[in-house]
């Protein structure tokens, strides 16, 4: 029973270059999520996914698409990777009841 | 600016000291959760709290709610090493959960 699983834990991209980042759950729930966190700034949701098939935007959605192509499995992609980019990117399965969110080990994005 | 004002941002001390961290805002939530991370790692929960007023003890922790439902407190008793880490306050509205910042806490043996 690994959780929620991230891949890859680490990349380096020059501007320009497009990437996705895997996240896949294994706790069968619902709802999905997709996070960077930035120092001084907390975390900051990207992305989220209610159910399979649903995606919606969060705060700070600009640069990014995703998909949640099943129950298990939501990927973030980064079309075309800006140094603003550049961040540590948490991907999470949130329980109903009681509430709680389950993280990834994170994937951290350099961006040149 | 944050929805979510943690403080202090850095806190270092020493072993068997007690400390209390903060999350204010302006914003009422339905509920507020207490995440510690760890370098490396993601964010793992600590506790929920619903109720305005309401207040949990988790071992040496314990966590307050305020009574508007805008502000949190976590406290911690006699601080042990294993202690340190992130600590992130979260609070979920009708439609999403906003972090704060945190607060980075460092105790030192």
């Known amino acids: 029973n690994a959780g929620v699983t991230q891949t890859p834990k680490f990349q380096v991209l020059k501007t320009g270059q497009s990437m996705t980042l895997q996240c896949a759950q294994d706790?069968?729930?619902?709802?999905m999520y997709w996070y960077r966190q930035d120092p001084g700034m907390g975390l900051r949701l990207i992305y989220y996914?209610?159910?399979?098939?649903?995606?919606d935007k969060g705060e700070v959605p600009n640069g990014y698409n995703v998909s949640r192509l099943n129950k298990r499995e939501f990927s973030l992609r980064l079309e075309s990777a800006a140094p603003s980019q550049t961040s540590v990117y948490f991907c999470?399965?949130?329980?109903?009841?009681?509430?709680?969110?389950?993280f990834g080990p994170g994937t951290r994005l350099l961006v040149l | 600016t944050q929805l979510l004002e943690q403080s202090p941002q850095f806190l270092s001390i020493q072993e068997g000291e007690n400390l209390t961290v903060y999350c204010n805002s302006s914003?009422?939530?339905?509920?507020l959760q207490w995440y510690r991370q760890e370098p490396g790692e993601g964010p793992v929960l600590l506790v929920t709290?619903?109720?305005?007023?309401e207040v949990k003890k988790l071992k040496r922790l314990t966590f307050q709610f305020g009574d508007a439902r805008k502000d949190s407190s976590l406290h911690i008793t006699a601080a042990q090493p294993g202690d340190t880490g992130l600590y992130l306050c979260?609070?979920?509205?009708?439609?999403?959960?906003?972090f704060g910042a945190g607060t980075r806490l460092t105790v030192k043996p």
């Open positions: 999470a399965a949130r329980a109903s009841s009681p509430e709680t969110q389950y």
């Open positions: 706790m069968n729930h619902n709802s």
């Open positions: 996914s209610a159910s399979e098939g649903t995606t």
């Open positions: 914003s009422v939530f339905s509920s």
């Open positions: 709290v619903v109720t305005g007023g």
């Open positions: 979260a609070g979920r509205r009708t439609h999403d959960m906003r």
